[in-house]
């Protein structure tokens, strides 16, 4: 079965850092694109970053540039989201998916993980 | 960056089509792609790159693009197609993704 699972989630205070990893499974992990997308609560979706298949090409949202970095070690199958300085804004469900074109569409995606910003 | 912009809300009569629209500049360049996300669910992608389907992925559902606007057509609507959608493709520098703010759609 072709998944995709987050973790690393949690309450942090403004400022802080967290990081986020997604590990997948049922698929070559290797050859696809990456995303990680976030979500308040009763908003929209945002993307937040994407990563290459080789992980030595990446983009993020002006929102987050700076301040977070997505990497990936396609040996162990997992995506990560390293976030620094975070901010109230940041809080969301942060969901990590899969780009079987490279196009920005994404295919499967997993349950997502909830990052509180508060004090 | 660039923006989708989409209709906050859609209605449809059980049985009948209905067009969820998606606008921006970057449609002219890029495809679109149509996601479904019900309550306290990931999304689920319906059509990918314009106007592909995923397998499983009820045959009632099918994408167009025209210019810089980008739709999804629900023909037959059900009462489990009640959900909110999102469009979403690359922005204009082809270097960024860009979502739209979703369309609720009801099924009455």
């Known amino acids: 079965e072709v998944q995709l699972v987050e973790s690393g989630g949690g309450l942090v205070q403004p400022g802080g850092s967290l990081r986020l990893s997604c590990v997948a499974s049922?698929?070559?992990?290797?050859?696809?694109?990456m995303h990680w997308v976030r979500q308040v609560p009763g908003k929209g979706l945002v993307w937040v970053s994407r990563?290459?298949?080789?992980?030595?090409?990446?983009n993020h949202a002006d929102s987050v540039k700076g301040r977070f970095t997505v990497s990936r070690d396609n040996a162990k199958n997992t995506l990560f989201l390293e976030m620094n300085s975070l901010r109230g804004e940041d809080t969301a469900v942060y969901y990590c998916?899969?780009?079987?074109?490279?196009?920005?569409?994404?295919?499967?995606w997993g349950q997502g993980t909830t990052v509180t910003v508060s004090s | 960056s660039s923006e989708l912009t989409q209709d906050p809300a859609v209605s449809v009569a059980l049985g009948q089509t209905v067009r969820i629209t998606c606008q921006g500049d970057?449609?002219?360049?890029?495809?679109a792609s149509w996601y479904q996300q019900k309550p306290g669910q990931a999304p689920v992608v319906v059509i990918y790159?314009?106007?592909n389907r995923p397998s499983g992925i009820p045959d009632r559902f099918s994408g167009s693009n025209s210019g810089n606007t980008a739709s999804l057509t629900i023909t037959g609507a059900q009462a489990e197609d009640e959900a909110d959608y999102y469009c979403?493709?690359?922005?204009?520098?082809?270097?960024?993704?860009?979502f739209g703010g979703g369309t609720k759609l009801t099924v009455l």
């Open positions: 970057s449609l002219r360049s890029y495809y």
């Open positions: 790159n314009k106007n």
């Open positions: 049922g698929f070559t992990f290797s050859n696809y694109w």
């Open positions: 979403n493709s690359r922005d204009t520098s082809g270097n960024q993704v860009v």
């Open positions: 998916a899969r780009d079987p074109y490279s196009s920005g569409s994404m295919d499967v």
């Open positions: 990563i290459n298949s080789d992980g030595n090409n990446s």
